[in-house]
């Protein structure tokens, strides 16, 4: 670190010790005695991830791998997935670095150099995009290299790259959305914006897939005789990337260059821009951003009727909790469209939809049940409250199930019109999945600010682990259920119902 403050490089030396503190309480949930357990996981889920992605990749033949336009595009659209994903957490991390640090005021009256500061972020937010971009990549990355070559290793360097592009466009798109709509929208913008282009990529893919191959499966696509046709020759640019992730040098190093010349170009264009809109920023509470709403008369109604309405109410009220769950929902548009197409044309895609909208329902309720349940920004206020406790959590239980029901119920009336016991397949088993996910919140719960949304994961790795367990094992049951095979899918749920009960015994349970 550099011994005299305010340079580049005790600045730098102040954003890695924060990141590091992030990431230890992202892991750790801020308790130390953890750190030898979270080792271990750590060493587990290494192991689990390089399993899976040699399952991944024995499925693909070497016929699947040639040298030629057919490897390239699948190598592209990889690439492709990581930029837009990539691109997503970049914007979430840039409109983190305009509304959630709390050292704005601190910041600017200080001496150091202002742009100076959000040089240094804004090269942090490259850096560890890049990063974890290749941290995700890595078992495949590792596999690939381990059954065709060492030659794939550059493929680090590939998806490093494409953390720095999608850094540049992530601050490019977050400055835009600034100028055009304001400091009071842009965090409402920007996190809508960075679900929509998270999840763009894959959807694009899969309404392809729908209209050639009536199945859910990108793959297919990019395999398809006519995609390959279509596509640039081999000697294109369009693939530098691909070639570059196959070992070829040269072309690799011209892809590092472009990439950190870009993040860099953005990063100078953009961080005295950065300096303006903090102060902008950090200003909006003073000028008023709590709009007062029409007088209304006050009506008595039950407790449990205005809790209810209270936990609707908030989640209306906060687009920027709103939008973190909107890529859930973006996710059942293919189904939707799958549907679309199929109706009236038989059950099969009927049973490939229904796993899928069952997961969502029981991520979506997990996450909607955090908010309801562990980030209540009134404890105090709700238990001086003339209720019981219990009414209290059948209120925001009931008002989580209700967001479900809104979501799910079309599908489940559009599922009735072409087979009654494929509606009720679905009907039941998101409410199970839903169910699930709020009990193992409820088990979970621990206080918390909703503003901690994106931290919610931290409170316990059990509580992470079996709400993706129960969401996935209710898909399962679902879809073997509605596929005809009752055996497979009394196994599976009974396995599910062995995950939750599990997990109730693993919970921490109340004292006093």
Request: glycine residues 6%; contains cysteine; proline residues 4%.
């Amino acid at each position: 670190m550099s011994a005299h403050p305010a340079t580049i490089g005790w600045l730098a030396a102040h954003e890695l010790r924060l990141s590091w503190r992030d990431w230890f309480y992202l892991f750790t949930a801020g308790k130390k005695g953890r750190s030898r357990r979270i080792g271990i996981f750590l060493i587990v889920g290494v192991l689990l991830a390089h399993a899976f992605a040699l399952f991944v990749i024995q499925r693909f033949t070497a016929a699947d791998f040639p040298v030629s336009r057919a490897n390239y595009l699948l190598l592209t659209s990889g690439v492709l997935l990581y930029f837009f994903l990539m691109t997503s957490q970049a914007m979430e991390a840039a409109t983190r670095v305009l509304y959630a640090r709390a050292d704005l005021e601190l910041l600017h009256s200080s001496p150091v150099a202002l742009r100076r500061v959000f040089v240094v972020r804004l090269t942090m937010i490259a850096i560890s995009i890049g990063a974890m971009a290749m941290l995700i990549a890595s078992p495949f990355i590792n596999v690939l290299a381990w059954r065709e070559g060492a030659q794939w290793l550059a493929a680090y360097g590939v998806v490093f790259s494409t953390g720095c592009v999608a850094a540049a466009l992530a601050i490019t798109l977050t400055a835009f959305l600034f100028n055009v709509v304001g400091p009071r929208r842009t965090r409402f913008a920007a996190q809508f914006v960075a679900a929509v282009v998270g999840a763009l990529f894959v959807i694009f893919l899969q309404v392809i897939a729908i209209f050639t191959t009536d199945t859910l499966s990108h793959l297919a696509v990019l395999r398809d005789e006519w995609v390959i046709a279509l596509s640039p020759p081999e000697d294109s640019l369009v693939w530098w990337p691909a070639r570059a992730a196959l070992g070829d040098g040269v072309r690799l190093a011209w892809v590092l260059g472009c990439a950190v010349a870009l993040a860099a170009a953005a990063i100078a264009i953009f961080s005295w821009r950065f300096v303006r809109y903090t102060a902008l920023a950090a200003n909006i509470g003073e000028s008023g951003s709590i709009r007062q709403g029409k007088a209304a008369s006050f009506r008595l109604t039950s407790p449990g009727h205005a809790l209810r309405r209270k936990e609707w109410t908030l989640l209306l009220r906060d687009p920027w909790l709103m939008s973190q769950s909107l890529m859930q929902l973006l996710y059942m548009l293919p189904p939707a469209i799958l549907l679309w197409k199929n109706y009236g044309h038989g059950t099969d895609a009927l049973v490939l939809i229904i796993p899928v909208l069952v997961m969502a329902s029981g991520q979506l309720a997990g996450g909607l049940a955090w908010l309801a349940i562990s980030g209540e920004d009134a404890p105090d206020l709700v238990a001086t409250a003339p209720v019981t406790p219990t009414s209290i959590i059948r209120a925001k239980v009931e008002a989580v199930l209700r967001a479900i029901i809104v979501v799910v119920a079309p599908f489940v009336l559009a599922f009735a019109m072409v087979s009654t016991r494929h509606a009720l397949v679905l009907a039941a088993g998101s409410a199970l999945a839903a169910i699930s996910a709020t009990m193992i919140q409820l088990w979970f719960r621990a206080q918390a600010r909703r503003a901690q949304f994106h931290r919610r994961q931290t409170s316990s790795r059990i509580a992470t682990f079996a709400e993706g367990f129960s969401s996935v094992g209710w898909a399962g049951t679902a879809a073997l259920y509605a596929g005809g095979v009752t055996a497979a899918s009394v196994v599976a749920g009974i396995l599910t119902v062995l995950t939750l009960v599990v997990t109730y015994f693993a919970a921490p349970k109340a004292t006093g």
